[in-house]
């Protein structure tokens, strides 16, 4: 074989080797034919033309973090706070994202900085502290529409820090410190309401379980003391009615009064009431004698027949003039002369 023929086969399966792209999945090349935009190739093996086809771009179709730096945002109420947001996109167009931007990531960095500045402009610092989901979906929505030229899909948009000043850091944590202790105040007034609701709640449970304890002693004892009359009594009359079916006679009857007597004379008492009836039968009967030891009491006086001439005293039972010997005229008129009494 001649020397040019091979030089010629070497060179052709050379181009064809330089030629041949393999594009890996979730990746995009965008094709140019002398300059101008021919097509797109997804994954998979292509093979372009030598000397006029070239591959402008490669661009790659997986989600991608565009991780802002802190900008100075200025609040409605003009205070000016550090804010960085971090924004999540990927390239859905990839002839779009070649031609229609020069550097579509810087562009959307710089177009999120502007976004956030216009959106947080028209907040309020307590707004924009409390509104983060807001403020996320509003930029999101801006940024997507606006990068859709550029052939970029925003899927969402995050606030990472927000940092205010340090002076607004400072009266921010006393105000959460008042707070704090304001609500530690209520709830430390709340726990003791309620400690002494629940004292004085039992104290009147206590009050009225002993008043209804006192009371139901009370009815007790006054049942038991009910309980006991009507016992005695019912013992007392069931005596007498055995008396009277046993037959008693009056003897027995006289036996009775006659214990009586002796309970009511046992010395306790300072007057003591006697019945008529009962009188009238102590003097009539022998027996009262001998059984109560009350038979001294009744005695008659025990006269002295003999005296002794000899004896000083005088018999008082005699007439005057009996015994010269005493003095005894003369004594009785002298006692009379005082009191002022008559003659004998």
């Known amino acids: 074989m ?6 010629i086969g070497v060179i052709i399966i050379w181009l064809l080797a330089a030629n041949i792209r393999i594009v890996p999945q979730s990746e995009a090349y965008v094709l140019e034919f002398l300059g101008k935009y021919k097509g797109t190739w997804e994954a998979g093996i292509h093979l372009k033309i030598p000397f006029l086809e070239r591959i402008a771009k490669k661009v790659t179709l997986k989600e991608q973090v565009l991780d802002a730096p802190p900008q100075p945002v200025i609040t409605k109420d003009n205070v000016t706070m550090q804010i960085d947001a971090v924004v999540y996109f990927r390239v859905f167009n990839p002839m779009l994202f070649t031609y229609g931007a020069i550097n579509p990531v810087n562009a959307l960095d710089n177009l999120t900085a502007t976004t956030l500045r216009n959106v947080v402009g028209e907040l309020e610092l307590d707004e924009t502290l ?21 052939g970029i899909k925003v899927i969402r948009v995050e ?89 008693v006679d009056e003897a027995v009857l006289r036996l009775k009064q006659f214990e009586a007597m002796q309970r009511i004379a046992d010395g306790r008492a300072a007057k003591i009431i006697i019945p008529t009836d009962m009188v009238e039968m102590v003097k009539q009967s022998v027996t009262f004698s001998e059984t109560s030891a009350l038979g001294a009491a009744v005695t008659e006086p025990i006269m002295h027949d003999d005296v002794d001439p000899g004896y000083d005293c005088f018999d008082k039972t005699k007439e005057a003039g009996d015994y010269q010997g005493n003095n005894y005229d003369a004594l009785k008129a002298a006692t009379d002369a005082k009191l002022g009494g008559g003659k004998n």
């Open 130 to 150: 409390t509104s983060r989901d807001a403020i996320n979906s509003k930029m999101a929505y801006i940024l997507d529409d606006a990068t859709d030229p550029w």
């Open 159 to 247: 606030l990472k820090n927000i940092i205010p000043p340090k002076g607004i850091q400072e009266s921010m944590e006393k105000q959460m410190k008042a707070e704090r202790e304001k609500r530690e105040t209520l709830l430390l007034a709340e726990a003791h309401k309620e400690a002494d609701i629940k004292e004085a709640e039992g104290h009147k449970l206590a009050v009225v379980l002993e008043a209804e304890g006192e009371r139901d002693a009370r009815i007790a004892r006054a049942e038991g003391e009910a309980r006991a009359v009507y016992l005695a009594k019912k013992a007392e009359a069931d005596g007498l009615r055995e008396l009277k079916n046993a037959g």
């Open 2 to 7: 001649p020397w040019p023929l091979i030089i």
